[in-house]
């Protein structure tokens, strides 16, 4: 862990870097970034098995069908300028490094998961009495939030920042806790589900933009008691001394595999949605009653956030605790992670109608119960990888779930995830992947040595576009998910160098992670009520 640690901070000597502050959204700005494609081009290209076309053409029918006969996607070069110092290896670098020490946090939980199931039947029986009394909990707790479900109705929508500008592959969410409100910035992650916040006094806590939440100048904080049930929800340092006296604050504790982690009180809160209506205008929406971590030791790689907003499955997540106000669905749209500031992502609570009836919006099945290891996390099942119109030859219990085995050979399965930047399979799958694109790409390639990702290739000889070939990933229910080559190449600038944005999952985990990076310029719908996932081709800067 030393010499890891070591690693990481000589990589970070050598690549030092200053980043463009955030700035306010400029609606005038909104087209500088939009992607290569027209609407018409993209859609097209998606719903396709065949070649995506990435660069923009001439209008017309002719320029934007896909040919039966092509396996292509022409990727866009980008010419942003640089400034000075902002050095893209960088980015990738810092982007790489988190995405592996948090698939470390994954993979553990899925291990602590597979030993789970071997427990005895009584100990079953006693666990699963547990998660009743859990989801009870949880539950009573929305039902308390039903009152407010008039005053939320319609679709209700959230900015979000690329953290592009701070060093990270994350997106932002800009919020406000507490009564007066008190404005934050936290991270949203799909990947996990206590919500957190960084609480004065901080006794040891990273760097933050902006000052700490001190709680007591809140009048709607309020911590919740040790005995009192909600405490069962929530994990503690120290299990054996959870609770001291029957007056104290719930304790808990969230820790990550490369050394992060979170301690301090279990508490509830009013937390203010910034929200973008329908109709254009700003309003603010209070949700009273939210419970969240009140972090007095948080340590970690987090970028400048104030804490994270935490949107799994699981009873404690933000959807969750809001469910009976929303219903039971939310969607995101991300933006290119390297849009200007005055373009934004967007993160909407509620059922979208625009987007539900919007044709090319496929849907593939979220898997639940039995089917995966952990509560928290959204797991889809994939049956093959397409890249340029050929499947490959990859075993389909490469993307099966399994508790049996050793713990190195257990866990597995496929997650999507926005916390997460690239695209991770494991080293079978891998392996195969990336011997395709090699074989397919005619460009000349590159040693990867300085460039993290794998394979790379010079693009100086190239005028505006490159042809690469496709990728898609074929669902177990008939779903299929192809992208635009911008979603799985990264361009490194100004070096003139393309590397494919796929990487090979840490530790020989057998799990699969979907990035935020594949993900961009699709509105993604999490349909949980009805157990699935939903994806369709937008210009996210024009949700």
Not at 495 to 519: F, R, W, Y
């Amino acid at each position: 862990m030393v010499m890891k640690v070591s690693l990481i901070l000589v990589l970070l000597s050598i690549f030092c870097v200053t980043f463009k502050p955030y700035t306010e959204d400029d609606d005038q700005n909104y087209h500088n970034n939009d992607p290569t494609l027209t609407n018409k081009e993209f859609y097209k290209g998606a719903k396709s098995s065949e070649s995506t076309r990435l660069n923009k053409e001439e209008d017309g029918d002719d320029a934007t069908s896909a040919k039966p006969d092509k396996r292509s996607a022409k990727l866009q070069l980008r010419r942003r300028p640089i400034n000075h110092g902002n050095e893209p290896k960088t980015h990738a670098l810092d982007s790489a490094i988190r995405d592996l020490v948090r698939i470390q946090t994954l993979h553990r939980k899925i291990i602590e998961k597979k030993d789970t199931k071997s427990m005895s039947r009584k100990q079953e029986v006693k666990e699963s009495i547990t998660i009743q009394q859990q989801n009870n909990l949880a539950n009573a707790f929305v039902a308390s939030l039903e009152s407010s479900k008039g005053e939320f109705s319609g679709n209700i929508m959230a900015t979000l920042e690329s953290g592009a500008s701070l060093g990270t592959g994350e997106y932002f969410l800009d919020m406000f806790v507490g009564t007066p409100p008190k404005h934050v910035w936290l991270i949203l992650d799909t990947g996990s589900d206590l919500s957190w916040i960084q609480c004065d006094p901080c006794y040891d806590c990273f760097e933050q933009n902006g000052s700490h939440y001190y709680p007591k100048d809140s009048s709607t904080y309020r911590n919740i008691s040790c005995y009192d049930p909600r405490c069962q929800l929530v994990s503690s340092s120290d299990p054996l001394q959870h609770c001291k006296a029957e007056n104290q604050t719930c304790p808990y504790f969230y820790d990550y595999a490369d050394g992060s982690n979170t301690t301090g009180d279990f508490a509830s809160e009013t937390f203010t949605v910034n929200l973008t209506w329908p109709n254009g205008k700003e309003k603010f929406k209070q949700v009273v009653d939210v419970m969240f971590g009140c972090g007095h030791w948080n340590k970690g790689f987090f970028y400048g956030a104030s804490g994270l907003l935490g949107l799994g499955r699981g009873p404690i997540s933000f959807p969750s605790q809001i469910q009976s106000i929303y219903g039971h669905s939310f969607s995101y749209c991300l933006t290119d992670l390297f849009s200007n500031t005055s373009v934004s992502s967007k993160l909407i609570f509620g059922e979208d109608k625009e987007l539900l009836n919007n044709h090319n919006l496929n849907f593939t099945t979220l898997l639940a119960g039995e089917e995966t290891p952990d509560e928290t996390f959204y797991y889809l099942q994939i049956k093959s990888i397409m890249v340029g119109g050929e499947v490959l030859d990859i075993s389909e219990q490469t993307w099966h779930w399994s508790s049996e085995g050793a713990a190195a050979d257990a866990g597995g399965g496929t997650i999507i995830d926005s916390g997460s930047t690239l695209t991770f399979f494991p080293d079978s799958a891998y392996d195969i992947i990336k011997e395709a694109f090699e074989k397919k790409i005619k460009l000349q390639q590159i040693a990867a040595d300085d460039f993290v990702m794998s394979p790379c290739y010079n693009v100086s000889g190239a005028m505006m576009q490159v042809e690469l070939p496709d990728f898609g990933i074929h669902f177990a229910d008939g779903g299929v998910w192809n992208f635009p080559a911008e979603n799985y190449f990264y361009q490194y600038e100004p070096d003139e160098v393309i590397c494919l944005a796929i990487m090979k999952t840490p530790n020989h985990s057998h799990l699969t992670i979907i990035g935020n990076l594949l993900q961009q310029n699709f509105h993604i719908l999490y349909d949980v009520k009805r157990s699935r996932l939903g994806y369709s081709p937008r210009r996210c800067a024009e949700v």
